[in-house]
């Protein structure tokens, strides 16, 4: 099995910045792609960013790209989600998740998912 710890949500005015961190730990893979989703209030999940296994090829959702970047530590087994100039329309729970193999964007084609982790943004 695969446990996944998200932590570094909190509490931010807007336009402030916030470092979210997620942990795998457990069984482990050649390789892995990690993603992160978020899913705010009466709102269906949704993508934010996803990193392939070696770092080079990153997607980001609409939304978010030019403020939100995604990077990972393979010694660390620790993806990141650096979130600058932050909204409100960014409160949600945070979700990291992770896919063996290649980089997907579906939250349908991770197998793995971390408890999640309150991100609020103030007006």
């Known amino acids: 099995q695969v446990q996944l710890v998200e932590s570094g949500g909190g509490l931010v005015q807007a336009g402030g910045s916030l470092r979210l961190s997620c942990a795998a730990s457990?069984?482990?893979?050649?390789?892995?792609?990690m993603g992160w989703f978020r899913q705010a209030p009466g709102k269906e999940r949704e993508f934010v960013a996803a990193?392939?296994?070696?770092?080079?090829?990153?997607y980001y959702a609409d939304s978010v790209k030019g403020r939100f970047t995604i990077s990972r530590d393979n010694a660390k087994n620790t993806v990141y989600l650096q979130m600058n100039s932050l909204k409100p329309e960014d409160t949600a729970v945070y979700y990291c998740?992770?896919?063996?193999?290649?980089?997907?964007?579906?939250?349908?084609?991770?197998?793995?998912w971390g408890q999640g982790t309150q991100v609020t943004v103030s007006s």
């Open positions: 998740a992770l896919r063996p193999g290649r980089l997907r964007v579906g939250a349908e084609l991770y197998d793995y």
């Open positions: 457990g069984r482990t893979f050649s390789s892995y792609a």
């Open positions: 990193i392939s296994w070696s770092g080079s090829t990153t």
